[in-house]
């Protein structure tokens, strides 16, 4: 059967702990051996592209980009006709879409796997590398709990959504309106062994966390609503006295691009609690053990 890695939840905690050892072993077999790789843009990207575009030089494969206005999704032809097309030339499909429907009607129909390089719903690249990341730099996060402050979005959901599903605990901390409803809080405690609790208070959420992720308060596609945004998230930005009120040793995460002074303060992103281009650079890492693991290795 097809895998494909649309969100985090299509994984069992046993195939996201292969992923994260696959991004981490060295001397993967070149499982895309003269085979392409389809990665579709609908918005812009800095790591997302990198990071795949060489994962897939490193399993042996050749990276097509490809602009979203270039192929039209949906305007120049169906989603299912570009996939089904698509899945003809390439051993995978990637693809960063505004409306998340349209990387499931292309899993829906393709017949290699399709991933989700972000869409409005989901980031699970990125969360990959978020664990990934915090392994790393704090060891078992068993009891541990990791907090996410500002927009309940799709970073926030992939984040919270890896962590329950490893049994690890998260706080959020998020304005009203702009937080994870109750049926979903309910949806994540059901994942796993962690749990997800929320507060509309900030510096409650952080209290004695071991990571502190934060993210954009104006998602793209969002930007008509970014002055509301920073009016609703006044209080939000991550400053020195949230990092103080975490944990001894507390990481702070954001998955970049960063906006200093409205999410997070300078002294925080750039000071010395900052894990910030670790968790970029384990992109690529993140991406070479999730396509490795699409394509069967384990
Ligand atoms: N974090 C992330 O996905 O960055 P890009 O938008 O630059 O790919
Ligand atoms: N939440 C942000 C993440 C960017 C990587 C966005 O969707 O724009």
Same mark, same amino acid.
């Given at each position: 059967?097809?895998?494909?890695?649309?969100?985090?939840?299509?994984?069992?905690?046993?195939?996201?702990?292969?992923?994260?050892?696959?991004?981490?072993?060295?001397?993967?077999?070149?499982?895309?051996?003269?085979?392409?790789?389809?990665?579709?843009?609908?918005?812009?990207?800095?790591?997302?592209?990198?990071?795949?575009?060489?994962?897939?030089?490193?399993?042996?494969?050749?990276?097509?980009?490809?602009?979203?206005?270039?192929?039209?999704?949906?305007?120049?032809?169906? +989603?299912?006709?570009? $996939?089904?097309?698509?899945? *003809?030339?390439? %051993?995978?499909? /990637?693809? !960063? @879409?505004?409306?998340?429907?349209?990387?499931?009607?292309?899993?829906?129909?393709?017949?290699?796997?399709?991933?989700?390089?972000?869409?409005?719903?989901?980031?699970?690249?990125?969360?990959?590398?978020?664990?990934?990341?915090?392994?790393?730099?704090?060891?078992?996060?068993?009891?541990?709990?990791?907090?996410?402050?500002?927009?309940?979005?799709?970073?926030?959901?992939?984040?919270?959504?890896?962590?329950?599903?490893?049994?690890?605990?998260?706080?959020?901390?998020?304005?009203?309106?702009?937080?994870?409803?109750?049926?979903?809080?309910?949806?994540?405690?059901?994942?796993?062994?962690?749990?997800?609790?929320?507060?509309?208070?900030?510096?409650?959420?952080?209290?004695?966390?071991?990571? +502190?992720?934060?993210? $954009?308060?104006?998602?793209? *596609?969002?930007? %008509?609503?970014? /002055?509301? !945004? @920073?009016?609703?998230?006044?209080?939000?930005?991550?400053?020195?006295?949230?990092?103080?009120?975490?944990?001894?040793?507390?990481?702070?995460?954001?998955?970049?691009?960063?906006?200093?002074?409205?999410?997070?303060?300078?002294?925080?992103?750039?000071?010395?609690?900052?894990?910030?281009?670790?968790?970029?650079?384990?992109?690529?890492?993140?991406?070479?053990?999730?396509?490795?693991?699409?394509?069967?290795?384990?």
């Amino acid at each position: 059967m097809t895998r494909h890695l649309l969100d985090i939840t299509d994984f069992t905690s046993d195939e996201l702990v292969t992923m994260l050892q696959l991004a981490q072993r060295p001397g993967l077999p070149n499982v895309l051996d003269g085979q392409g790789v389809a990665l579709i843009f609908e918005k812009p990207s800095n790591r997302t592209r990198h990071s795949m575009e060489m994962a897939v030089v490193h399993l042996g494969g050749h990276p097509v980009y490809t602009r979203g206005e270039e192929i039209g999704l949906d305007v120049r032809e169906s +989603v299912e006709d570009v $996939t089904r097309v698509m899945a *003809g030339y390439h %051993a995978l499909l /990637a693809a !960063r @879409v505004f409306q998340h429907d349209k990387v499931v009607r292309m899993a829906a129909c393709s017949p290699v796997p399709v991933v989700n390089m972000l869409s409005d719903w989901s980031h699970p690249l990125q969360a990959l590398a978020d664990m990934l990341t915090m392994q790393q730099v704090h060891g078992s996060l068993d009891d541990r709990t990791v907090a996410f402050v500002g927009d309940w979005n799709n970073v926030s959901r992939s984040l919270a959504e890896i962590c329950v599903i490893l049994g690890v605990n998260v706080s959020l901390g998020c304005p009203v309106g702009y937080d994870c409803t109750q049926a979903e809080l309910e949806r994540l405690n059901s994942l796993g062994a962690g749990q997800v609790r929320q507060t509309a208070r900030a510096l409650d959420a952080v209290e004695g966390t071991i990571a +502190v992720h934060t993210d $954009t308060w104006t998602s793209m *596609g969002q930007e %008509a609503e970014k /002055a509301e !945004r @920073v009016k609703v998230f006044e209080g939000y930005g991550v400053d020195a006295a949230m990092m103080a009120a975490a944990a001894p040793g507390a990481g702070f995460y954001h998955c970049l691009p960063a906006y200093r002074g409205y999410e997070v303060m300078p002294e925080v992103i750039d000071g010395p609690q900052s894990h910030v281009i670790a968790q970029a650079h384990n992109r690529l890492h993140a991406a070479r053990g999730a396509l490795a693991f699409l394509m069967g290795v384990r």
